[in-house]
């Protein structure tokens, strides 16, 4: 861990990146634990929300969007569809690939889905006002775009690691 001297009163204290590393850390074991309920991996949470935010993208352009092997793709979706949450359609521009859609039920799991979000949103937020929340909003988000993060993409599908910390998962 490294500690950082202030100096006006000569304290130490840690570093952004430790803090933003830690809070990640907390913010993705309670997010799973939160979904555990649903039968739901923070991975599957995370597909889920990205075909419900754009219906019909096929299999390839997901695994590609995701920066994740196309064959755990598969394994994810897989498991979406023996549950009936989403469906593979063929692509009628391009019969190779699959296109991926919501089911009725995955629509109404995704409102469930949605409160969970939701609820792990207000806990973590505890202690910061509407106002600072929308501070920390936008600094947090100039700080992912200057690191080149892709918006609503959790890096642990780039590791190959599982996905965990999908806050606002509802959207």
């Not at 130490?12 to 649903?38: D, E, M, V, Y």
């Not at 739901?40 to 995701?66: C, E, I, M, Y």
């Not at 629509?107 to 806990?123: V, Y």
Request: hydrophobic share 40%; glycine share 14%.
């Amino acid at each position: 861990m490294r500690f950082m001297v202030t100096k006006s009163t000569g304290e130490r204290r840690t570093g952004n990146a430790f803090l933003l590393a830690q809070l990640g850390a907390h913010a993705a074991a309670k997010f799973a634990g939160q979904i555990s309920g649903l039968s739901l991996t923070p991975a599957q949470a995370g597909l889920l929300r990205l075909v419900a935010w754009n219906p019909g993208q096929s299999q390839q352009a997901l695994a590609g969007q995701l920066g994740t092997p196309p064959s755990r793709l598969v394994l994810l979706v897989d498991g979406l569809q023996e549950r009936g949450l989403i469906e593979r359609r063929r692509n009628p521009d391009d019969r190779r690939h699959y296109a991926l859609f919501l089911t009725e039920a995955g629509g109404r799991f995704m409102h469930e889905l949605g409160q969970a979000g939701r609820a792990h949103e207000t806990d973590l937020m505890t202690g910061l006002n509407p106002e600072e929340q929308a501070v920390l909003h936008e600094l947090l988000t100039r700080l992912a775009e200057a690191q080149g993060l892709a918006t609503g993409v959790h890096p642990g599908y780039r590791s190959g690691a599982e996905p965990s910390g999908d806050a606002d998962a509802g959207g």
